[in-house]
T-cell receptor, first 116, second 117 residues
Framework: ETGVTQTPRHLVMGMTNKKSLKCEQH?????MYWYKQSAKKPLELMFV???????ENNSVPSRFSPECPNSSHLFLHLHTLQPEDSALYLC???????????????FGSGTQLSVL | QKEVEQDPGPLSVPEGAIVSLNCTYS??????FMWYRQYSRKGPELLMY????GNKEDGRFTAQVDKSSKYISLFIRDSQPSDSATYLC?????????????????FGTGTRLTIIP
């Protein structure tokens, strides 16, 4: 285990549902990330939080809503998703850059999302 | 043109063979290069991290960067069935230790590798 735990591992939802993905890190990191991984596409960064403040939002549709209540927890709230949103959603964490070494990303195992 | 091109494979080689995985890129400003390994149903994990051109070795793994050709490689010697995974290259303009450098990573699509016992 990498110290980054994601739940649920699998999620099937209809286009009108509302669901949330959860990520928890036990590494003492203070930066957390959401990535989307689709088949035959590169990893896409969605959101970055540092010290619970969002610092990056790569033009992600508003049907994805992140929340970072503290440095150990990260959520991705989902509503009215589209079938093309089906993908593996990965959470990652790292130390906030500037601590003196390469800030290695630690990924969770992801939530495999299917939107029907 | 994609910023980073990576042959998706799948690539199958017999155990003990030398494996060569490659990525090409279009942005000559990339300076920092990484290889991630992703096992089935797991998230990626960092395998190698290199700066600028040259080689870096870690056990059976060697990362090679040729900035003049905009080409990076990962070599795996004495390949083992446990090396079967998807390998992702990634690169960035800025040092990842700089302000929020991780969000500047550009990934390849990954190469799926199977080592046959």
């Amino acid at each position: 285990e990498t110290g980054v735990t994601q739940t649920p591992r699998h999620l099937v939802m209809g286009m009108t549902n509302k669901k949330s993905l959860k990520c928890e890190q036990h590494l003492g990191h203070n930066a957390m990330y959401w990535y989307k991984q689709s088949a035959k596409k590169p990893l896409e960064l969605m959101f970055v939080y540092s010290l619970e403040e969002r610092v990056e939002n790569n033009s992600v549709p508003s049907r994805f809503s992140p929340e970072c209540p503290n440095s150990s927890h990260l959520f991705l709230h989902l509503h009215t998703l589209q079938p093309e949103d089906s993908a593996l959603y990965l959470c990652a964490s790292s130390h906030r850059p500037g601590t003196g070494d390469y800030e290695k990303l630690f990924f969770g195992s992801g939530t495999q999302l299917s939107v029907l | 043109q994609k910023e980073v091109e990576q042959d998706p494979g799948p690539l199958s080689v017999p155990e003990g063979a030398i494996v060569s995985l490659n990525c090409t890129y279009s942005n000559s400003a990339f300076q920092y290069f990484m290889w991630y390994r992703q096992y089935s149903r797991k998230g990626p994990e960092l395998l190698m991290y290199t700066y600028s051109s040259g080689n870096k070795e870690d056990g059976r793994f060697t990362a090679q960067v040729d900035k003049s050709s905009k080409y990076i490689s990962l070599f795996i010697r004495d390949s083992q069935p446990s090396d079967s995974a998807t390998y992702l290259c990634a690169m960035s303009l800025l040092p990842v230790i700089s302000n929020f450098g991780n969000e500047k990573l550009t990934f390849g699509t990954g190469t799926r590798l199977t080592i046959i016992p």
